[in-house]
């Protein structure tokens, strides 16, 4: 028996600031790709991955969590832009000085911290500590999330967004 793989209808549309000339192609997603010109834009070809975990599976009040995101970059190309978005859960407090690497200016975690350019195979690691709170709930759920910027056959910055990876730590009482 052979699989048959999902064939999907997906639109790629050239960044405004070029042109708004859009087409329409037939393909699997893991290959899209199309051709303008002597050059060849591969949107499909971009593959990240962002791991996220917690130092511990199980914390009480006044506890530290420490907390690492971890973003590599897995396609031939350069990112650039790349931002690392971390939403803080309710009843933990972030330590700012443990914030590696250390936000700019008007950056938070949860507005983004800049991380720079990700080369082709290469990684970028975001590391920070929260202590916890009275007011936490029984499971802390923490996730993140990437965003970057690659360059494409026209040389517009096209936007790329990685999906929201979570983990969870216990709250013992007492």
Known sequence: MTAVLPVWIVEIEIPPCVTSWKETILGRVEKISQTIGDCSCNAGWIWTSTRKQ?????????????????????SPFLLEAVRIYDEIPDGVTVVPDTIDPAPGPGETLETGVSVGNVAAGRSVILRYSAVVENCAPDVILNRARVTYCFRDCRGCCRLGVGGYRSCSVKLLPG
């Open 54 to 74: 917690a130092d511990t599976d199980v914390v009480r009040v006044g506890e530290m969590i420490g907390y690492t995101v971890v973003f590599t970059n897995h």
